[in-house]
Nanobody
Framework: QVQLVESGGGLVQPEGSLRLSCAAS????????MAWFRQTPGKEREIVAA????????YYTDSVKGRFTVSRDNAENTVYLQMNSLKPEDTAVYYC??????????????WGQGTQVTVSS
């Protein structure tokens, strides 16, 4: 059974930082591309960042470039999202996802349960 478990969300002030983690089990982690998505009420889920199986190919949506960093540790079966200079508009539920190929616009096969990030003073 595949499980993706996010952690690290919370309440942070504007310009603050958070580091999200997603621990994977039940799948050959190093063979899967990983991604972070986010969703706010009334809006579609959007991809924030993606990282290929070996960590070489990385994608960021424009609004987080220069502020967020995605990374992975294949030995620990974990993907991370370092979020700096956070803005109120970054407030959302953040999800990690996995797919066996690297195609950010294709179906993501597995999803975590999400972790809330709230940016507010």
């Amino acid at each position: 059974q595949v499980q993706l478990v996010e952690s690290g969300g919370g309440l942070v002030q504007p310009e603050g930082s958070l580091r999200l983690s997603c621990a994977a089990s039940g799948l050959p982690f190093s063979s899967y591309a990983m991604a972070w998505f986010r969703q706010t009420p009334g809006k579609e889920r959007e991809i924030v960042a993606a990282i290929s199986q070996n960590g070489v190919i990385i994608y960021y949506t424009d609004s987080v470039k220069g502020r967020f960093t995605v990374s992975r540790d294949n030995a620990e079966n974990t993907v991370y999202l370092q979020m700096n200079s956070l803005k109120p508009e970054d407030t959302a539920v953040y999800y990690c996802a996995a797919q066996p190929i690297y195609n950010i616009w294709a179906v993501w096969n597995y999803w975590g349960q999400g972790t809330q990030v709230t940016v507010s003073s």
